[in-house]
């Protein structure tokens, strides 16, 4: 079965960057699918940030395209997602999804998340 | 992008009772998708393709809908569907989901 675990810092201090990985099993992330990473605050608003796609082509969320980066490392099937200049507001719950590579899709596929705290 | 407004944002009903949450679009789409979360988990795959049930999810649940405008339905409510529904669209770029609608058992 497809599995996806996130892993993180957990603290991260204003204005520095953010990088959490997300180790996928059962599924090689070269064969098929886009590989997501999605956020949800405290309040829980949910908000897709970008993927980096089986092909290597990435698409980001345009409220965060500069300052977001999705890459990937074939080798150990995990892909990667770091934020520049962090603020308070990235507070929140970081997961990692899997969805099919077209338009008009979903996310099959989760994380249990990993929470991520900014603060000084 | 598509602005994804559920309502109503909180709402409880008895077991056996009917439930009917709504989910309205700013723009029309062409599917939507509904997740199931409950406190301390990941959102977890509910209806796709509007009406399309994911695996595992019982019969009592329904979707439907069209344009702008889409809901979920419960025929019987259950303890166990006490949980927040988030509705999710991705017709076009970036992918949106509602603020969810948070079912709570009477």
């Known amino acids: 079965d497809v599995q996806l675990q996130e892993s993180g810092p957990g603290l991260v201090k204003p204005s520095q960057s953010l990088s959490l990985t997300c180790t996928v099993t059962g599924y090689s992330i070269t064969s098929d699918y886009a590989w997501n990473w999605i956020r949800q605050f405290p309040g829980n608003k949910l908000e897709w940030m970008g993927y980096i796609s089986y092909s290597g082509s990435t698409s980001y969320n345009p409220s965060l395209k500069s300052r977001i980066s999705i890459t990937r490392d074939t080798s150990k099937n995990q892909f990667f997602l770091q934020l520049n200049s962090v603020t308070t507001e990235d507070t929140a719950t970081y997961y990692c999804a899997r969805s099919l590579f077209t338009t008009a899709t979903y996310f099959d596929y989760w994380g249990q998340g990993t929470t991520l705290t900014v603060s000084s | 992008q598509i602005v994804l407004t559920q309502s109503p944002a909180l709402m409880s009903a008895s077991p056996g009772e009917k439930v009917t949450m709504t989910c309205s679009a700013s723009?029309?789409?062409?599917?939507m998708y509904w997740y199931q979360q409950k406190p301390r988990s990941s959102p977890k795959p509910w209806i796709y393709?509007?009406?399309n049930l994911a695996s595992g999810v019982p019969a009592r649940f329904s979707g439907s809908g069209s344009g702008t405008s889409y809901s979920l339905t419960i025929s019987s409510m259950e303890a166990e569907d006490a949980a927040t529904y988030y509705c999710q669209q991705w017709s076009s770029n970036p992918p949106t989901f509602g603020g969810g609608t948070k079912l709570e058992i009477k």
């Open positions: 393709l509007t009406s």
């Open positions: 723009s029309s789409v062409s599917y």
